[in-house]
Protein backbone atom coordinates (compact mmCIF):
# COMPACT_ATOMS: atom_id res chain seq x y z
CA UNK A 1 0.00 0.00 0.00
CA UNK A 2 1.21 3.42 -1.29
CA UNK A 3 0.28 7.07 0.91
CA UNK A 4 1.12 9.96 -0.71
CA UNK A 5 -0.18 13.36 0.45
CA UNK A 6 -1.55 15.86 -1.37
CA UNK A 7 -4.24 18.82 -1.54
CA UNK A 8 -7.47 17.92 -2.84
CA UNK A 9 -10.52 20.75 -3.71
CA UNK A 10 -13.50 19.36 -1.45
CA UNK A 11 -16.59 20.22 -4.09
CA UNK A 12 -19.05 19.95 -0.53
CA UNK A 13 -17.04 22.33 1.58
CA UNK A 14 -16.08 24.21 -1.41
CA UNK A 15 -12.70 24.57 0.68
CA UNK A 16 -9.22 22.65 0.01
CA UNK A 17 -7.75 19.69 2.18
CA UNK A 18 -3.99 18.51 3.01
CA UNK A 19 -5.07 14.76 2.53
CA UNK A 20 -3.49 11.14 2.39
CA UNK A 21 -3.75 9.66 -1.53
CA UNK A 22 -3.76 5.95 -0.59
CA UNK A 23 -3.57 3.12 -3.04
CA UNK A 24 -4.87 0.19 -1.57
CA UNK A 25 -4.06 -3.50 -1.35
CA UNK A 26 -3.19 -4.71 -5.14
CA UNK A 27 -4.84 -8.17 -4.88
CA UNK A 28 -7.89 -8.23 -7.32
CA UNK A 29 -6.78 -5.89 -9.96
CA UNK A 30 -7.88 -6.79 -12.82
CA UNK A 31 -5.55 -4.97 -15.40
CA UNK A 32 -4.69 -5.83 -18.66
CA UNK A 33 -1.04 -4.81 -20.58
CA UNK A 34 -1.17 -1.45 -21.89
CA UNK A 35 0.05 -1.27 -25.69
CA UNK A 36 1.44 1.53 -28.00
CA UNK A 37 2.00 2.67 -30.85
CA UNK A 38 5.43 5.34 -31.76
CA UNK A 39 5.76 6.99 -34.83
CA UNK A 40 8.48 9.65 -35.54
CA UNK A 41 9.63 11.43 -38.82
CA UNK A 42 12.98 13.67 -38.69
CA UNK A 43 14.59 15.47 -41.29
CA UNK A 44 18.25 17.56 -40.99
CA UNK A 45 20.22 20.52 -42.69
CA UNK A 46 23.43 21.72 -42.59
CA UNK A 47 25.47 23.46 -44.76
CA UNK A 48 29.17 24.00 -45.11
CA UNK A 49 28.40 27.78 -43.75
CA UNK A 50 27.63 26.61 -40.48
CA UNK A 51 24.08 26.36 -40.60
CA UNK A 52 22.42 23.31 -39.08
CA UNK A 53 18.63 22.95 -38.60
CA UNK A 54 16.79 19.75 -36.88
CA UNK A 55 13.24 19.01 -37.27
CA UNK A 56 11.26 15.92 -35.44
CA UNK A 57 7.64 14.86 -35.62
CA UNK A 58 6.70 12.82 -33.35
CA UNK A 59 3.03 10.69 -31.81
CA UNK A 60 2.70 8.67 -29.63
CA UNK A 61 -1.11 6.50 -29.28
CA UNK A 62 -1.28 4.52 -25.91
CA UNK A 63 -4.47 1.90 -25.10
CA UNK A 64 -5.18 0.56 -21.87
CA UNK A 65 -2.86 3.00 -19.98
CA UNK A 66 -2.23 1.53 -16.60
CA UNK A 67 -2.34 4.70 -14.06
CA UNK A 68 -3.07 5.44 -10.82
CA UNK A 69 -6.41 6.90 -10.82
CA UNK A 70 -6.95 11.08 -10.20
CA UNK A 71 -7.29 11.63 -6.59
CA UNK A 72 -9.10 14.80 -7.63
CA UNK A 73 -11.59 13.14 -9.75
CA UNK A 74 -12.63 10.52 -7.40
CA UNK A 75 -13.38 13.33 -5.41
CA UNK A 76 -15.51 15.13 -7.97
CA UNK A 77 -17.36 12.26 -8.82
CA UNK A 78 -18.47 11.38 -5.29
CA UNK A 79 -17.30 13.24 -2.76
CA UNK A 80 -19.27 10.90 -0.18
CA UNK A 81 -18.66 7.91 -1.84
CA UNK A 82 -16.60 4.79 -0.45
CA UNK A 83 -13.30 6.14 -1.78
CA UNK A 84 -13.22 9.31 -0.05
CA UNK A 85 -12.78 9.40 4.02
CA UNK A 86 -14.13 11.80 5.78
CA UNK A 87 -13.45 12.66 9.83
CA UNK A 88 -15.86 11.14 11.98
CA UNK A 89 -17.39 9.94 8.61
CA UNK A 90 -19.40 12.94 8.48
CA UNK A 91 -20.94 14.15 4.65
CA UNK A 92 -19.45 17.41 5.50
CA UNK A 93 -16.37 16.20 7.47
CA UNK A 94 -12.58 17.43 6.50
CA UNK A 95 -11.37 14.83 3.69
CA UNK A 96 -8.69 12.35 5.34
CA UNK A 97 -7.90 10.05 2.75
CA UNK A 98 -8.33 9.06 -0.76
CA UNK A 99 -8.63 6.05 -2.05
CA UNK A 100 -7.00 5.81 -5.53
CA UNK A 101 -6.41 2.49 -7.50
CA UNK A 102 -4.45 1.36 -10.50
CA UNK A 103 -6.51 0.65 -13.45
CA UNK A 104 -6.33 0.90 -17.22
CA UNK A 105 -7.46 4.28 -18.17
CA UNK A 106 -8.71 4.29 -22.12
CA UNK A 107 -6.19 5.91 -24.34
CA UNK A 108 -3.76 8.85 -24.25
CA UNK A 109 -2.62 9.90 -27.85
CA UNK A 110 -0.13 13.56 -27.86
CA UNK A 111 1.84 14.76 -30.98
CA UNK A 112 3.99 17.87 -31.42
CA UNK A 113 7.67 18.68 -32.81
CA UNK A 114 11.21 19.01 -31.84
CA UNK A 115 13.75 21.31 -33.54
CA UNK A 116 17.27 23.18 -32.94
CA UNK A 117 18.65 25.35 -35.10
CA UNK A 118 22.43 27.00 -34.61
CA UNK A 119 24.82 29.10 -36.66
CA UNK A 120 28.54 28.55 -36.58
CA UNK A 121 31.08 31.18 -36.91
CA UNK A 122 34.62 31.32 -36.78
CA UNK A 123 36.41 34.16 -36.04
CA UNK A 124 39.81 35.54 -35.47
CA UNK A 125 39.05 35.54 -31.49
CA UNK A 126 37.37 31.77 -31.08
CA UNK A 127 33.28 30.25 -32.48
CA UNK A 128 30.52 31.70 -31.91
CA UNK A 129 27.33 29.48 -32.30
CA UNK A 130 23.78 31.14 -31.25
CA UNK A 131 20.97 28.68 -31.10
CA UNK A 132 17.66 28.20 -30.56
CA UNK A 133 16.09 24.63 -29.74
CA UNK A 134 12.98 23.87 -28.07
CA UNK A 135 8.96 21.44 -28.11
CA UNK A 136 6.13 22.28 -29.24
CA UNK A 137 3.34 20.05 -28.18
CA UNK A 138 0.35 20.52 -30.59
CA UNK A 139 -1.93 17.37 -28.63
CA UNK A 140 -2.26 15.77 -25.37
CA UNK A 141 -5.56 13.92 -25.84
CA UNK A 142 -6.64 12.12 -22.45
CA UNK A 143 -9.78 9.61 -22.98
CA UNK A 144 -11.04 9.36 -19.45
CA UNK A 145 -14.03 6.63 -20.22
CA UNK A 146 -14.14 4.63 -23.48
CA UNK A 147 -17.91 4.41 -22.57
CA UNK A 148 -18.95 7.62 -23.05
CA UNK A 149 -15.82 8.63 -25.45
CA UNK A 150 -14.89 11.43 -23.10
CA UNK A 151 -11.97 13.38 -24.13
CA UNK A 152 -10.04 16.00 -22.55
CA UNK A 153 -7.52 18.30 -24.61
CA UNK A 154 -4.32 17.78 -21.92
CA UNK A 155 -2.19 20.34 -23.93
CA UNK A 156 -1.67 23.62 -22.06
CA UNK A 157 -3.16 22.79 -18.96
CA UNK A 158 -2.10 21.67 -15.18
CA UNK A 159 -4.01 18.31 -15.76
CA UNK A 160 -4.84 18.94 -12.04
CA UNK A 161 -8.34 16.69 -12.37
CA UNK A 162 -7.68 14.11 -14.37
CA UNK A 163 -4.73 11.44 -14.47
CA UNK A 164 -2.79 13.82 -17.09
CA UNK A 165 0.56 15.57 -16.33
CA UNK A 166 1.09 19.50 -16.47
CA UNK A 167 1.61 20.09 -20.24
CA UNK A 168 2.98 23.20 -21.33
CA UNK A 169 2.58 23.60 -25.08
CA UNK A 170 5.96 25.27 -25.53
CA UNK A 171 9.08 24.31 -24.07
CA UNK A 172 12.16 26.40 -25.56
CA UNK A 173 16.06 26.88 -24.85
CA UNK A 174 17.80 30.01 -26.66
CA UNK A 175 21.59 31.22 -26.32
CA UNK A 176 24.71 32.04 -27.27
CA UNK A 177 28.11 30.00 -26.82
CA UNK A 178 31.73 31.02 -27.44
CA UNK A 179 34.68 28.83 -27.14
CA UNK A 180 38.36 29.32 -28.52
CA UNK A 181 41.46 26.97 -27.05
CA UNK A 182 41.38 29.06 -23.44
CA UNK A 183 37.91 29.87 -22.80
CA UNK A 184 34.61 28.58 -23.01
CA UNK A 185 31.52 30.30 -22.41
CA UNK A 186 27.93 29.76 -22.64
CA UNK A 187 24.48 31.66 -22.13
CA UNK A 188 20.47 30.42 -22.01
CA UNK A 189 17.37 31.25 -21.97
CA UNK A 190 14.65 28.82 -20.94
CA UNK A 191 11.28 29.68 -21.58
CA UNK A 192 8.12 27.23 -20.34
CA UNK A 193 4.70 28.49 -21.45
CA UNK A 194 1.60 29.06 -19.32
CA UNK A 195 -1.00 26.58 -18.03
CA UNK A 196 -4.60 26.71 -17.45
CA UNK A 197 -5.78 25.75 -13.93
CA UNK A 198 -8.06 23.09 -13.43
CA UNK A 199 -7.62 22.77 -10.22
CA UNK A 200 -11.32 24.24 -7.99
CA UNK A 201 -11.27 25.93 -4.77
CA UNK A 202 -14.35 27.39 -3.18
CA UNK A 203 -16.14 26.70 -6.68
CA UNK A 204 -14.29 28.69 -8.78
CA UNK A 205 -11.20 27.28 -11.24
CA UNK A 206 -7.82 28.48 -10.55
CA UNK A 207 -7.33 30.54 -13.95
CA UNK A 208 -3.95 30.54 -15.30
CA UNK A 209 -0.46 29.30 -14.39
CA UNK A 210 1.70 32.33 -15.86
CA UNK A 211 4.66 31.47 -18.62
CA UNK A 212 8.24 30.90 -16.60
CA UNK A 213 11.55 32.52 -17.94
CA UNK A 214 15.12 31.94 -16.60
CA UNK A 215 18.68 32.35 -17.52
CA UNK A 216 21.60 30.19 -16.96
CA UNK A 217 25.41 31.17 -17.80
CA UNK A 218 28.78 29.33 -17.43
CA UNK A 219 32.16 30.37 -18.70
CA UNK A 220 34.81 27.15 -18.22
CA UNK A 221 38.83 28.25 -18.03
CA UNK A 222 41.60 26.13 -19.53
CA UNK A 223 43.80 26.33 -17.40
CA UNK A 224 46.27 23.70 -19.17
CA UNK A 225 46.21 26.56 -22.17
CA UNK A 226 47.44 29.42 -19.42
CA UNK A 227 49.75 27.58 -16.98
CA UNK A 228 51.93 24.35 -18.69
CA UNK A 229 51.82 22.28 -15.35
CA UNK A 230 48.18 22.56 -15.15
CA UNK A 231 47.70 20.46 -18.59
CA UNK A 232 44.20 18.67 -18.59
CA UNK A 233 42.27 20.98 -15.77
CA UNK A 234 39.52 23.66 -15.52
CA UNK A 235 38.01 26.14 -14.00
CA UNK A 236 34.25 26.31 -14.28
CA UNK A 237 31.66 28.93 -13.08
CA UNK A 238 28.58 29.56 -13.52
CA UNK A 239 25.17 30.36 -12.06
CA UNK A 240 21.12 28.47 -12.75
CA UNK A 241 18.31 30.76 -12.89
CA UNK A 242 21.06 33.57 -12.55
CA UNK A 243 18.09 36.53 -12.18
CA UNK A 244 16.40 34.72 -9.32
CA UNK A 245 13.12 34.60 -11.20
CA UNK A 246 11.02 32.61 -9.07
CA UNK A 247 8.38 29.74 -10.58
CA UNK A 248 4.78 31.31 -11.31
CA UNK A 249 2.47 31.11 -8.38
CA UNK A 250 -0.28 28.51 -7.88
CA UNK A 251 -3.00 28.53 -4.97
CA UNK A 252 -1.89 25.09 -3.80
CA UNK A 253 0.14 24.36 -0.51
CA UNK A 254 3.57 24.30 -2.30
CA UNK A 255 2.81 27.61 -3.93
CA UNK A 256 3.94 26.36 -7.25
CA UNK A 257 3.37 23.84 -9.77
CA UNK A 258 5.97 20.89 -8.00
CA UNK A 259 5.79 18.59 -11.88
CA UNK A 260 6.63 21.89 -14.38
CA UNK A 261 8.91 24.53 -12.00
CA UNK A 262 12.05 24.34 -10.10
CA UNK A 263 11.23 26.70 -6.88
CA UNK A 264 15.23 26.94 -6.03
CA UNK A 265 15.78 30.01 -7.33
CA UNK A 266 19.12 31.14 -8.57
CA UNK A 267 22.01 28.58 -7.71
CA UNK A 268 25.77 29.85 -8.11
CA UNK A 269 28.45 26.60 -8.51
CA UNK A 270 31.78 26.65 -9.24
CA UNK A 271 33.89 23.25 -10.06
CA UNK A 272 38.07 22.40 -10.81
CA UNK A 273 38.53 19.79 -12.47
CA UNK A 274 41.78 18.56 -13.11
CA UNK A 275 43.93 15.04 -14.43
CA UNK A 276 46.75 12.88 -12.92
Same mark, same amino acid.
Given at each position: ???????????????????????????????????????????? *???????????? *????? =?????????????????????????????????????????????????????????????????????????????? *??????????????????????????????????????????????????????????????????????????????????????????????????????? =??????????????????????????????????
Amino acid at each position: MNTSLNQVSDPVTNGTAFAAVRTPDPSGRNLVPEQGEAINLGFS *YETDTGFKFDLD *YWRYN =FTDVIIQEAFQQIVDADPNGPNVVRAGGLPNGTILIVLADFVNASSVKTRGFDWAISQTFETDFGTVMPFFEGTRVTD *YELQLDAATNTVIEGAGNRNFSNFGAPTPKWRFNAGMAFNNETHDARFYVRHISGLDDDQVINGVENGDIGSHTTVDAQYTLNLGSVFEDLDGSSLQVGAINL =FDKRPPRVATNGGFESRTHDPRGRMVYARIQTRF
